[in-house]
């Protein structure tokens, strides 16, 4: 059974830097594409990162350059490393993991399946 475990979040000034951590239980980190999601209050939920069994990423055009998502096979866990933050980040984050191998991995793809109780994030100006 697919368990994922968020953690990380607290609050930070702007310009700051915090570092998600997922910790993954029931299967391996690396087999299947794996994302983090973010949802801000009164907004719909978006793609924030992703990453695919063979290692290739893909990032929302709002974090490129500021955020990196990566995974440690050893301690099947995924993390997504948070720097330069804006008040605009501020949102509850989730990470997620597909159900089928076969689903696009990109932060549109809607085959996101199992999903994280979620860490918040708050950035401050």
């Known amino acids: 059974q697919v368990h994922l475990e968020d953690s990380g979040g607290g609050s930070v000034q702007a310009g700051g830097s915090l570092r998600l951590s997922c910790e993954v239980s029931g299967v391996p980190v690396s087999t299947k594409c794996m994302g983090w999601f973010r949802q801000a209050p009164g907004k719909e939920r978006e793609g924030v990162a992703t990453?695919?069994?063979?290692?290739?990423?893909s990032y929302a055009d709002s974090v490129k350059g500021r955020f990196t998502i990566s995974r440690d096979n050893a301690r099947n866990t995924l993390y997504l490393q948070m720097n330069s933050l804006k008040p605009d980040d501020t949102a509850m984050y989730y990470c997620?993991?597909?159900?089928?191998?076969?689903?696009?991995?990109?932060?549109?793809?809607?085959?996101?399946?199992?999903w994280g109780q979620g860490t918040r994030v708050t950035v401050s100006s």
């Open positions: 990453i695919h069994s063979d290692g290739v990423t």
């Open positions: 997620a993991r597909v159900r089928d191998w076969r689903a696009t991995c990109n932060t549109a793809s809607p085959g996101f399946a199992y």
